[in-house]
């Protein structure tokens, strides 16, 4: 039973950033969703200590896209920015191999130029 318990809390978990995922900007979006499908499956038969960090760490991910996400709902007008800062401290705590998938993620995120260029028609009279 505890098994299927588990599976519904990463589930439940899993699902739930995909739908705030959709009020990230599309090449974000894009970005984001492909990144947490392959992390989600990547880590499907985890150790068990490694779970409950994954599930701790996904978790204060979609707390704090959540509170960005109705923060920024309020405000139309500024711009829009998502994602928070890495201490040097949280930085050290991560293996070789998640610093390369970080600074990947980083370069992906900031590039100029992103693979998608959505623009927004708008209504016209």
Partial sequence: MA??????????LYKRILLLHRFLPIDLRALGDQYVKDEFRRNKS?????VTV??????NYRDTLQTQVLASAG??????????ELS???LKLFQEEQVGQLYELMLE???PKRQFNIQDDGFKK
């Fill in 88 to 90: 040097e401290a949280d």
């Fill in 75 to 84: 405000d139309r007008v500024k711009r829009l920015e998502f994602g928070a």
């Fill in 54 to 59: 994954f599930m701790r760490e996904w978790q």
């Fill in 3 to 12: 098994n299927a318990t588990h599976v519904s809390r990463v589930c439940s």
């Fill in 109 to 111: 995120s900031t590039k």
């Fill in 46 to 50: 985890a150790a068990p200590e490694e």
